[in-house]
């Protein structure tokens, strides 16, 4: 007769049944997960606050980026046309027609005549409205922008967008906004 003797120990084989170790005790794993649950929920609750504060950021940028559109600026020179240590008379051509362009730093934007725009038949974008403060304080509105417009100046090509506006004496003015784009100011 032929017996065999079961050799495999307790060590050997693992019980399932066994919940004297704290991590497969069920009342632990409740607790992990419970704990786990809590710490998912208070990083969610980061989460979303730190997706607020990133949209009220750029709300607040967008408001920003408004109020400076609404504090836009056009100088004297610029609407009389007349030349000073902050301005330059620069001739040059838009769409094939001889243009006089006032370089102006003391004017924020880049201003086009409306009746240069009127003469070419320059496309008009509406934009929101927003004022225009001229050099005694008056603020007048505009709603107006020509897009892309390629200005050739002497050794320059200059594509930018342009707020039709009165001005007496030049086609164009290149403001701050231009200045700046070329990293000089």
Same mark, same amino acid.
Not at 33 to 60: G, H, P, Q, W
Not at 168 to 183: E, F, H, P, R, T
């Given at each position: %007769? ?13 019980? @399932? ?8 005790? +069920? ?43 609404? %504090?836009?600026?056009?100088?004297? @020179? ?9 301005? %330059? ?6 769409? !094939? ?11 924020? @934007? ?16 509406? $934009? +929101?409205?927003? !004022? ?6 008056? $603020?007048?509105?505009?709603n107006q922008i020509c897009r ?5 100046? +002497? ?29 000089? $100011?």
């Open positions: %007769m032929v017996t065999t003797r079961n050799t495999t120990s307790n060590n050997e084989q693992p019980n @399932h049944n066994d919940t004297s170790s704290p991590s497969q005790n +069920p009342e632990n794993l409740r607790q992990q997960l419970s704990s786990t649950a809590s710490k998912l929920n208070a990083l969610d609750a980061l989460v979303a606050d730190l997706v607020d504060r990133e949209v009220e950021a750029n709300e607040n940028e967008y408001e920003e980026g408004i109020n400076q559109q609404d %504090m836009t600026e056009i100088s004297f @020179h610029a609407i009389l046309s007349k030349t000073s240590g902050t301005t %330059m008379k620069v001739e040059g051509t838009l769409e !094939g027609i001889k243009v006089l362009t006032l370089v102006d730093s003391g004017s924020t @934007h880049n201003f086009i005549s409306a009746s240069l725009v009127k003469q070419l038949g320059l496309k008009v974008s509406r $934009v +929101p409205s927003f !004022g225009v403060q001229i050099g005694n304080g008056q $603020v007048i509105q505009c892309g417009l390629s200005l050739v100046l +002497p050794g320059l090509k200059i594509t930018e967008d342009y707020f039709p506006f009165s001005i007496g004496g030049a086609d164009l003015v290149l403001g701050i906004k231009w200045l700046a784009s070329l990293n000089t $100011v």
